[in-house]
């Protein structure tokens, strides 16, 4: 069976004007085109929709029922083309987002804010996990994007760099440490740390520069979120190694921050997205604002 979207417009505009003529006049068509296209129709379907006479044409009964699939099937394709434009004009559409909870808190409420003003039609769905759960996500389906940082060895995901972000030492204003231009994994040794719990990425690399310093790992406090850190930091608790972007959380707050060196560690921000799966094109608009509003929260310090 070939039926075409020709011979089923030629059968309706046939069956409503109840005239070859006219409906040749609708769609801007010789008569004999359109006799052609329903004789071709019937012949496809084996079976006779319009009784014809020399003044009078209507529809067999075959042909009324089958009229309101053929109404249908335009409509149905209509909708789906006129629906396709508008997800490629940014017009409607939905993107899920993954993001861990302190960079769902500092990072996507702006973006989103700002993008789904401009594009009101697109709505936006933010989950807040874990990293690992991020990566499931994203790669099952449930989430379009995923926004963190991301072990090198994962695969089945394509990866966009948002901003880089260096490791700081984070401690109240007052603490010495404040008197130290430039410190350095070994300045730790003699203050009580705060850490994040192991579920982190972020305490690996902690770690790294405890073991390239040859300074014991001996947490005082370890918690499981950023903002409970900078709240112990604060407090006077103890020095946090912590992302440069936790300086958002730091304005107007008794705490000072400085890049740790020797060693210098630094990761990137990425989003990722499942491998071999077509991104719409909203998503990639909304990636590029992330990379804006990312490189502020990440900026390069002496």
């Known amino acids: 069976m070939n039926i075409t979207l020709r011979q089923l417009e030629a059968f309706i505009a046939v069956a409503e004007t109840r005239n070859f003529t006219r409906a040749a006049q609708r769609l801007h068509i010789a008569q004999s085109a359109i006799s052609l296209l329903v004789k071709e129709l019937e012949s496809d379907l084996g079976v006779r929709l ?6 009078h044409v209507e529809l067999t009964d075959p042909g009324t029922e089958f009229r309101g699939y053929a109404v249908k099937l335009i409509a149905d394709l209509d909708h789906a083309v006129r629906h396709a434009h ?4 940014r017009k409607r559409g939905r993107i899920a987002v993954a993001a861990p909870p302190y960079l769902a808190t500092i990072l996507l409420p702006q973006v989103i804010a700002e993008f789904q003003e401009e594009f009101p039609g697109i709505q936006i769905a933010l989950i807040d996990a874990r990293t690992d759960q991020i990566v499931a ?25 948002l901003a880089r972000d260096d490791l700081m ?28 719990t192991r579920e982190s990425g972020i305490r690996a690399l902690v770690e790294e520069g405890h073991a390239a310093a040859d300074v014991p790992v001996k947490p005082s406090y370890e918690v499981t979120q950023i903002t409970t850190a900078l709240a112990l930091v604060e407090s006077g608790l103890g020095v946090s190694v912590l992302p440069s972007y936790a300086l958002v959380s730091c304005r107007n707050r008794k705490i000072a921050a400085r ?43 002496g």
Not at 175 to 192: F, I, Q
Request: aromatic share 6%; net charge positive.
């Open 50 to 55: 319009l009784d014809r006479t020399t003044r």
């Open 86 to 89: 508008e997800l490629v004009e």
């Open 137 to 161: 996500r994203v790669v099952a389906g449930e989430a379009d994007i995923g926004v963190g940082t991301f072990r090198e060895d994962v695969d089945s995901i394509t990866r966009t760099v």
């Open 169 to 196: 030492a984070f401690y109240q204003s007052k603490h010495p440490l404040a008197a130290v231009r430039r410190p350095n994994w070994t300045n730790l040794r003699d203050y009580p740390s705060i850490m994040l």
């Open 259 to 301: 890049v740790l060196s020797s060693p210098a560690i630094s990761r990137n921000i990425e989003v990722i997205s499942c491998l071999g799966r077509s991104p719409q094109p909203a998503t990639s608009e909304f990636v590029r604002r992330l990379q804006t509003h990312a490189r502020r929260l990440a900026p390069h310090h």
